[in-house]
Nanobody
Framework: QVRLVESGGGLVQAGGSLRLSCAAS????????MAWFRQAPGKEREFVAAIWWDRRDDPIYGDSVKGRFTMVRDDAASTAYLQMNNLKPEDTAVYYC??????????????????WGQGTQVTVSS
């Protein structure tokens, strides 16, 4: 298994920005697909962003965050990042980092990932 640790969450005013980090304790980080999901109270876990291990310049995003969030990965540091700009109260949720190896499941599905972090809380006030 891969141990994932998220950080960078907090309280921010609407329109502000935050950067989340996900550190992985594995030497084969460069061969993992990485993703961010979020879950608000009373809702299902929602896809936010993901990057294939071999398509690092072509991340994909959920419709609700496209144009506002940016995901990047630093393989030398075994770390993935999520830059969140123009935050809205609707973005309030626990954000989770996830990783997985080769799978036929859609990259936007929670079923494509075998390892998950503990989550970091993001709260956006109006």
């Amino acid at each position: 298994q891969v141990r994932l640790v998220e950080s960078g969450g907090g309280l921010v005013q609407a329109g502000g920005s935050l950067r989340l980090s996900c550190a992985a304790s594995v030497r084969t980080f460069r061969f993992l697909k990485m993703a961010w999901f979020r879950q608000a109270p009373g809702k299902e876990r929602e896809f936010v962003a993901a990057i294939w291990w071999d398509r690092r310049d072509d991340p994909i995003y959920g419709d609700s965050v496209k144009g506002r969030f940016t995901m990047v990965r630093d393989d030398a540091a075994s770390t993935a990042y999520l830059q969140m700009n123009n935050l809205k109260p609707e973005d309030t949720a626990v954000y989770y980092c996830a990783s997985g190896l080769i799978s036929t499941v859609s990259i936007s599905s929670v079923r494509a990932y075998s390892d998950w972090g503990q989550g970091t809380q993001v709260t956006v006030s109006s």
